[in-house]
């Protein structure tokens, strides 16, 4: 009986090992399939791809710090995300008012959003979006290696993908951000690993290029360009990049250009809101123009009654759903009120926004109290706690009620043109 046990433990251990054998070279091929090193002359670039709510990607970051020992790790942070990273609570500052009369009402619901969505990732896994930053950032004060931060600033990266959309782009732009806030269903940890694989990846990049090709170009593509023009300047003989898996191939790519001298390292082009052109300029004038020309020409052809009543029709369309995007909010009744009467003006004079009319105003009357701010990114998650939060409140007002004068205009326009015509 005792050789029969002793036979029993032995094959017990030898399976044991050899299934722990197994699990170790699974996990040194992830690792491996989300690590590329890439030499240049005298230099060496590691690239070390990360899921950013992964525990996994904690523990190879510090695996791959340990083993590669570089001059200078480059993380895929920018200097304003470090600053939060280093004082969570920075936000709690945030200043509603400023945001909208700074034009940044978009920015800042698209930063809610996406940190919301992380977060609640992260929360399944028991890791914090973003942790392998830290955990590359805690490694290198360990050890006393130099980091730099290599990624374009978030606000800057955001304004471009608004700048770059037309009307009906950044329609689906705030409908996919607004459905991916309510989004509930639950992702595992195996899942999240799975983003660090190139075929995943792959497919979600190309279903975004699909849906919305130029936000696609501002996020991924222009961001694989400045990350590797970042790493490329970075000081030191070896270098280890801590990236999202996604920018893997892309920054490979602008770092063979580099090294061939098919690019150059300025990142300018790539790092400021695009101005509008001469073309986007008269076009942010054509509907006041068209709508003035209109009811003056009714004037010549049906006379001041005639114009009057276009008048009042383009009044009606335009400010009516300026209000009605302010009621969907549940604005105050004064701020629908001045979105009624702020649209035609803001209409008029293409610098103004109805938004920043109705906004400002619900800001004045439902003033954000500090536990809006606590519960900020948490509120996200409902609808029913969207329309609690006073801060949220105020967004979903300049929102909609921007989108509802800007409907007005487009409904308004060719109503005008058929009274003329009759």
């Known amino acids: 009986m005792d050789l029969e046990k002793e036979t029993e433990q032995q094959e017990a251990i030898e399976k044991k090992t050899e299934t722990d054998g197994i699990e170790t070279a699974v996990e040194k091929k992830v690792l491996v399939n989300t690590k590329k090193t890439l030499r240049f002359q005298d230099r060496e ?7 950013h709510v992964s525990k996994e990607s904690c523990e190879q970051v510090a695996e791959a710090i340990a083993e ?40 800042l619901l698209a930063n809610l959003v996406l940190s919301s969505f992380q977060k609640r990732l992260g929360a399944n896994v028991g890791v914090k979006p973003g942790d392998e930053m830290r955990a590359a950032l805690e490694e290198a004060e360990k050890k006393g290696i130099a980091t730099v931060m290599v990624d374009r600033p978030i606000q800057i990266t955001l304004k471009r993908a608004w700048a770059t959309n037309s009307f009906w782009g950044k329609m ?29 990846m792959d497919a979600m990049m190309n279903e975004l290029a699909e849906y919305l090709p130029s ?14 023009k970042k790493i490329w300047t970075s000081k030191g003989e ?17 770092l063979e250009k580099l090294s061939k001298g098919e690019t150059n390292s300025d990142t300018s082009a790539i790092s400021e809101i695009p101005a509008a052109g001469i073309g986007g300029k008269i076009a942010g004038y054509i509907f006041p123009a068209l709508i003035v020309c209109l009811i003056v020409a009714g004037f010549f052809t049906g006379g001041a ?27 105050h009744p004064l701020a629908i009120l001045v979105g009624f009467f702020g649209a035609p003006i803001a209409t008029l004079n293409p610098v103004l926004g109805v938004g920043l009319f109705t906004g400002l105003t619900q800001a004045w009357i439902r003033k954000p109290k500090v536990e ?28 909609l009620s921007s989108v509802g004068g800007v409907i007005g205009n487009f409904i308004a326009v060719p109503a005008l043109f058929t009274s003329l015509i009759n």
């Open 45 to 51: 670039i590691i690239l070390l791809g990360t899921a």
């Open 68 to 107: 590669e020992n570089p001059d200078c790790i480059a993380i895929e942070l920018d200097e304003e995300r470090l600053a939060s990273m280093k004082n969570p609570n920075s936000w709690k500052n945030l200043d509603i008012v400023k945001v909208l009369k700074e034009n940044k009402g978009f920015v």
């Open 172 to 200: 689906k732009l705030l409908s996919a951000l607004i459905a991916s806030a309510f989004e509930t269903e639950t992702i595992s940890a195996e899942e999240i690993e799975k983003l660090k694989n190139s075929n995943e």
């Open 215 to 228: 936000v696609k170009k501002v996020l991924i593509d222009e961001r694989d360009e400045y990350l590797a």
């Open 238 to 254: 070896k270098i280890l990049a801590v990236l999202g898996a996604g920018h893997l191939p892309g920054v490979e790519r602008q």
């Open 305 to 331: 009654i005639s114009s009057l009543e276009m008048l009042l029709r383009w009044l009606l369309w335009n400010g009516s759903l300026a209000a009605l995007g302010t009621l969907l909010a549940l604005g």
């Open 372 to 399: 809006d701010m606590e519960t900020l990114q948490e509120d996200l998650s409902s609808i029913k706690k969207i329309y609690k939060n006073r801060i949220l409140r105020v967004l979903l007002v300049f929102i």
